[in-house]
């Protein structure tokens, strides 16, 4: 087999280096998706900072808190009122917030069931979030 020139080798070297093909070492380098979300409390406009649970963790949490019999005979996998505060205390950051902490704000009659829905579903996309992979038409 000959030998390859050092210009051919250096050319490939780059050529692999430039390739946008993805390595084990990227895919373990991946760090947990973020998301900060606005929400409004009265008249001020106020961030919070979310962090995506791994797939382990997202499984913990559903058996963690498994459905009540009313709740399995209408077809949940978990029970929303207890997986609600235990998936906001395990994504958010900013407030770091105990399970405790959201439970109450959770059960509160200060939250209209639409405000917390609407924090409880952006911790909830987050988790479920795939990769951005672009797809495209074949027209």
Not at 100 to 120: A, L, V
């Amino acid at each position: 087999m000959p030998k390859q020139s050092q210009k051919a080798l250096e050319s490939q070297t780059a050529q692999r280096e430039d390739s946008k093909r993805v390595t084990f070492d990227m895919l373990k380098e991946k760090s947990r998706v973020e998301e900060e979300v606005t929400i409004k409390l009265g008249d001020k406009e106020l961030t919070m900072l979310f962090r995506a649970v791994g797939a382990k963790e997202w499984d913990r949490l559903i058996s963690k808190n498994p459905p009540n019999t009313e709740q399995k005979s209408e077809g949940h996998s978990f029970n929303p009122d207890t997986f609600g505060p235990a998936l906001l205390a395990a994504t958010s950051v900013e407030p770091d917030l105990t399970v405790k902490q959201w439970s109450e704000i959770w059960n509160s009659d200060d939250w209209s069931r639409g405000e917390i829905t609407d924090i409880y579903s952006e911790a909830l996309k987050l988790a479920n979030k795939g990769l951005d992979i672009p797809f495209t038409d074949n027209d």
